[in-house]
């Protein structure tokens, strides 16, 4: 009985202490990497009244009235841009409406910094919003010459707003159209 009992004393002193070790796990650090491509950027030139260079990572769609989608496939991504012609003093309301456009998203982000575009030398004027927070877009614009043109854009993405997962795209996107902006040229 004494030997069962050493035995069995034994057994569960080596269970406990072998049990009660801390194995040291390392683990990777929590950063994502999102590596996009250095943009290079070309040229588009169509029928309508003005031209803009666009990253070479983009597909073009042409719609109807001179709009046109710069889809980014491998962001799942979309950039919508609006064309209207300045005509019988309606250039108060194109503005008025592209404001309003940014500003609707004011109840799901959390600012909306502005930052003005003038370029004079192309007469290119505009405004760009930056969209922060779980929002449906992340960045809107407009520019126009104040005269003729009016181009407002829009960007959006695929998938529900989460601004934390989708910001290194963000951030990437918006170059792009501060690209856009700075070549436009009306015709």
Same mark, same amino acid.
């Given at each position: 009985?004494?030997?069962?009992?050493?035995?069995?004393?034994?057994?569960?002193?080596?269970?406990?202490?072998?049990?009660?070790?801390?194995?040291?796990?390392?683990?990777?650090?929590?950063?994502?990497?999102?590596?996009?491509?250095?943009?290079?950027?070309?040229?588009?030139?169509?029928?309508?009244?003005?031209?803009?260079?666009?990253?070479?990572?983009?597909?073009?769609?042409?719609?109807?009235?001179?709009?046109?989608?710069?889809?980014?496939? !491998?962001?799942?991504?979309?950039?919508?841009?609006?064309?209207? @012609?300045?005509? /019988?003093?309606? %250039?108060?309301?194109? &503005?008025?409406?592209?404001?309003?456009?940014?500003?609707?998203?004011?109840?799901?982000?959390?600012?909306?910094?502005?930052?003005?575009?003038?370029?004079?030398?192309?007469?290119?004027?505009?405004?760009?919003?930056?969209?922060?927070? !779980?929002?449906?877009?992340?960045?809107?614009?407009?520019?126009? @010459?104040?005269? /003729?043109?009016? %181009?407002?854009?829009? &960007?959006?993405?695929?998938?529900?707003?989460?601004?934390?997962?989708?910001?290194?795209?963000?951030?990437?996107?918006?170059?792009?159209?501060?690209?856009?902006?700075?070549?436009?040229?009306?015709?």
């Amino acid at each position: 009985m004494k030997i069962y009992s050493l035995v069995f004393l034994l057994f569960t002193s080596f269970f406990f202490i072998t049990s009660c070790e801390d194995d040291v796990l390392v683990k990777p650090s929590a950063m994502l990497r999102l590596d996009y491509p250095k943009p290079t950027y070309r040229t588009i030139k169509t029928d309508c009244p003005y031209s803009f260079s666009v990253n070479e990572n983009t597909t073009i769609v042409r719609k109807k009235d001179c709009n046109i989608n710069i889809t980014y496939p !491998n962001m799942k991504a979309t950039l919508y841009l609006t064309y209207n @012609d300045v005509r /019988n003093n309606n %250039l108060d309301s194109l &503005l008025r409406d592209a404001q309003n456009l940014a500003y609707d998203h004011t109840r799901k982000a959390n600012s909306i910094p502005e930052q003005p575009f003038i370029n004079p030398d192309k007469k290119v004027y505009g405004m760009f919003y930056m969209i922060n927070g !779980n929002a449906a877009t992340q960045a809107e614009f407009y520019v126009t @010459d104040s005269i /003729n043109h009016f %181009l407002n854009g829009a &960007l959006y993405f695929d998938a529900k707003p989460n601004f934390d997962s989708i910001y290194p795209a963000v951030v990437y996107l918006r170059e792009d159209i501060r690209k856009l902006m700075e070549t436009i040229s009306w015709k």
